[in-house]
């Protein structure tokens, strides 16, 4: 939830920028890999910066947020090239009467066709976060860190306890930026409904998720930065792990114990150890 006075269209666009080219620093959005939405409960006009007005069919019905506006990047548009130029590369979506469509209104210098092919999971993790908090705001980041996703392809972290006790042990920070852990989805098909389900279920529990042998998804309700960060933060975790399997797995971690004490310092609550 964000208070008045509300973030300016502009604004919303530079800081998608930031978090896009922060993902591309830390190597989590290789080529054209990675999306970013944001949905925004107050009124915004997109008319000067996106003049250009379409109608398009939505990929699921969303009755529940007639008139509500979301800025989604383009298809095949690299997150780190956002930055330069917000407009050629993101369009902003107002959801029509009935739900079923939505006005997308782009620029005359748009670079790509259809919104990003994860937008039905980015629509759908909204949809539900939104009706369920009430937040005016919201946005979800799909990322492709290559520890985290490397991780997902071993066996034995393909589970939500067992990936988060070894992800989450290596600096007195990680449980406090990440006290419900990461989520775990098995893989799924890219863009199918399926995948969608999963990941609006798994987004319930926690603020990011990986989805096995693909990548991360992460939501915040604060700011963009918010999302990117945890995304940063989970992959710092899945780096160390790494650095350890390769080193025979000469480091300890933090102890559960002394994760627990750290906790209670800052009398916080937290679900992995
Ligand atoms: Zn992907």
Same mark, same amino acid.
């Given at each position: 939830?964000?208070?008045?006075?509300?973030?300016?269209?502009?604004?919303?666009?530079? *800081?998608?920028?930031?978090?896009?080219?922060?993902?591309?620093?830390?190597?989590?959005?290789? $080529?054209?890999?990675?999306?970013?939405?944001?949905?925004?409960?107050?009124?915004?006009?997109?008319?000067?910066?996106?003049?250009?007005?379409?109608?398009?069919?939505?990929?699921?019905?969303?009755?529940?947020?007639?008139?509500?506006?979301?800025?989604?990047?383009?298809?095949?548009?690299?997150?780190?090239?956002?930055?330069?130029? /917000?407009?050629?590369?993101?369009?902003? *979506?107002?959801?029509?009467?009935?739900?079923?469509? $939505?006005?997308?209104?782009?620029?005359?210098?748009?670079?790509?066709?259809?919104?990003?092919?994860?937008?039905?999971?980015?629509?759908?993790?909204?949809?539900?976060?939104?009706?369920?908090?009430?937040?005016?705001?919201?946005?979800?980041?799909?990322?492709?860190?290559?520890? *985290?996703?490397?991780?997902?392809?071993?066996?034995?972290?393909?589970?939500?306890?067992?990936?988060?006790?070894?992800?989450?042990?290596?600096? /007195?920070?990680?449980?406090?930026?990440? /006290?419900?852990?990461?989520?775990?989805?098995?893989?799924?098909?890219?863009?199918?409904?399926?995948?969608?389900?999963?990941?609006?279920?798994?987004?319930?529990?926690?603020?990011?998720?990986?989805?096995?042998?693909?990548?991360?998804?992460?939501?915040?309700?604060?700011?963009?930065?918010?999302?990117?960060?945890?995304?940063?933060?989970?992959?710092?975790?899945?780096?160390?792990?790494?650095?350890? *399997?390769?080193?025979?797995?000469?480091?300890?971690?933090?102890?559960?114990?002394?994760?627990?004490?750290?906790?209670?310092?800052?009398?916080?609550?937290?679900?992995?150890?």
């Amino acid at each position: 939830m964000i208070d008045a006075p509300y973030p300016e269209l502009d604004e919303l666009l530079v *800081l998608i920028g930031e978090a896009g080219h922060r993902l591309s620093e830390i190597e989590a959005s290789e $080529g054209a890999a990675g999306n970013i939405s944001v949905y925004a409960g107050w009124p915004i006009d997109p008319r000067r910066k996106f003049p250009l007005i379409e109608t398009i069919e939505l990929p699921l019905p969303m009755p529940e947020l007639v008139g509500c506006t979301f800025l989604v990047t383009g298809s095949g548009r690299r997150l780190r090239e956002v930055i330069q130029d /917000p407009v050629a590369n993101l369009g902003c *979506l107002v959801v029509d009467e009935g739900g079923q469509t $939505g006005h997308l209104y782009t620029s005359p210098r748009r670079l790509f066709k259809h919104l990003t092919s994860e937008f039905n999971s980015h629509l759908a993790v909204h949809r539900d976060q939104v009706s369920t908090s009430k937040t005016n705001f919201h946005t979800v980041i799909h990322a492709q860190p290559p520890y *985290l996703t490397y991780l997902s392809h071993i066996p034995r972290y393909q589970d939500t306890t067992y990936l988060n006790r070894h992800i989450v042990r290596w600096q /007195p920070e990680s449980i406090v930026q990440l /006290p419900e852990g990461v989520g775990y989805v098995p893989f799924l098909v890219p863009g199918s409904p399926q995948l969608m389900e999963a990941t609006v279920s798994a987004l319930r529990e926690h603020r990011i998720i990986v989805w096995g042998k693909h990548g991360v998804v992460a939501r915040s309700d604060v700011s963009v930065k918010r999302a990117s960060d945890r995304i940063e933060y989970a992959e710092t975790g899945a780096r160390y792990e790494y650095m350890n *399997l390769v080193a025979n797995e000469l480091g300890e971690g933090l102890a559960p114990e002394e994760i627990r004490a750290i906790c209670q310092a800052l009398n916080m609550e937290q679900r992995v150890f």
